[in-house]
């Protein structure tokens, strides 16, 4: 049995209206995955399944669709997040600030732009495998990134204390 976190992309008002996250978990569970659980209210959730990464994150999508909504789904087992947490790329940040220290995940390792490979602030990024960690030093709605748009693949991110919240609760299952 594999733990697993999937992360939805675009959760808002609007999407809650037409998906509770609990109802979300429901639908989940009887599409056959286990444990299922919500962390926070951002479209985060935790679960267990001996079925592939690929499979689960299919699993939810349809679940999702039966919403009438079509959010991308981003999942990463427990190791894999663990992975991410260990790298720990900006300690100070992640120590100091972490809701400004964001994890942003892609469905596949992109071709990172040299203007990203080569950016000099006054964000600090770093690029490990399918997530491009920002340290965006003060408030990230302050940023003139263009994340999406320059690296040119859809993605979700995450401010690291969401991250460790969804740690938590993937330790624990």
């Not at 960690?133 to 408030?139: Q, W």
């Not at 993605?155 to 919240?165: D, P």
Request: hydrophobic share 45%.
């Amino acid at each position: 049995m594999t733990a697993y976190v999937a992360l939805l992309r675009a959760i808002g008002p609007v999407t809650h209206a037409a998906m509770p996250l609990g109802r979300l978990a429901t639908a989940c569970s009887a599409a056959g995955l286990e444990t299922v659980s919500t962390i926070g209210n951002t479209g985060n959730l935790v679960f267990a399944s001996p079925r592939p990464q690929a499979e689960v994150e299919r699993l939810v999508g349809d679940a999702i669709t039966g919403f009438g909504l079509a959010n991308d789904v981003f999942t990463r087992t427990a190791r894999q997040f663990r992975k991410l947490i260990d790298a720990a790329p900006f300690p100070d940040a992640a120590a100091e600030r972490p809701a400004q220290l964001g994890v942003c995940f892609f469905h596949k390792d992109p071709s990172w732009p040299a203007a990203y490979l080569h950016y000099r602030g006054p964000e600090r990024l770093t690029m490990l495998s399918n997530h491009l960690i920002i340290d965006y030093g003060g408030a990230a709605s302050t940023s003139r990134l263009t994340v999406e748009k320059t690296v040119g693949a859809r993605m979700t991110q995450r401010s690291w204390s969401s991250i460790l919240r969804i740690a938590a609760a993937l330790a624990a299952m």
